[in-house]
Structures are given as C-alpha cells and as structure tokens.
C-alpha cells in the first residue's frame, strides 16, 4: 500500500504564502506524477499543478505565474508554494500520486486526506 501525507495548510491573509508537503510511504513502489487538485464549497474537484518524475510541470491558468511544484524524488514527496494567495484560492488541497507499486509493478492512484487553505480578504 501507499501512502499520502500532506502538511502546511492553514489560514492567511490574501497576498500572503503558504508551503503545502506531502509525503508517499510504502514498500516497493515507485511513482510516476504527483500533483495537487483543490476542491472549494460546492464545486468540482479541479487540478492545481502536477509534475512527472522527470520534472515535467502542468498548472491551472488561474495559478500560473502565483504557484510552483517541486518535487523531490529521493524523499517521494511534491510541495506546492503558493505566494499572492487570492480569497478564490480557498479549498482543500488533496495531494496525488501515480506509479507502480509491489512485485508485480501494479498501476496505482492514491489521494492525500486534504488540507485546509483559508485566504481571507
């Protein structure tokens, strides 16, 4: 099994910054991409930015320019430095991760439990 362990959520202030973490563990795994998906009150789950192991970056154009994905593959973990947070970037923050896990190298999908983020304006 894998799993996904997210930090750094929290409340700030709009055109503050924050730091999100999360963490994959487990036995005989590797993984392909990683990312962050957000879900605000009464909407659809929506991707913020994704990297492959390669370092091949992906983000929303409502984040460009504001967000950067990191990953680092020693440690299985991706961050997401958010600066000029805006009162819309208000979600939970769910971390995600593909690869191949077990002896077999079976695809896998895994999500964090999700974080808090609160801008207030």
């Known amino acids: 099994q894998v799993q996904l362990v997210e930090s750094g959520g929290g409340l700030v202030q709009a055109g503050g910054s924050l730091k999100l973490s999360c963490a994959a563990s487990?036995?005989?795994?590797?993984?392909?991409?990683m990312g962050w998906y957000r879900q605000a009150p009464g909407k659809q789950r929506e991707l913020v930015a994704d990297?492959?192991?390669?370092?091949?970056?992906n983000y929303a154009d409502s984040v460009k320019g504001r967000f950067t994905i990191s990953r680092d593959n020693a440690k299985n973990s991706v961050y997401l430095q958010m600066t000029s947070l805006e009162a819309e970037d208000t979600a939970v923050y769910y971390c995600?991760?593909?690869?191949?896990?077990?002896?077999?190298?079976?695809?896998?999908?895994?999500w964090g439990q999700g974080t808090q983020v609160t801008v207030s304006s």
């Open positions: 995600y991760s593909d690869g191949n896990v077990g002896y077999l190298a079976r695809t896998f999908q895994r």
């Open positions: 487990g036995r005989l795994f590797s993984i392909n991409t």
């Open positions: 990297i492959t192991r390669d370092g091949k970056t």
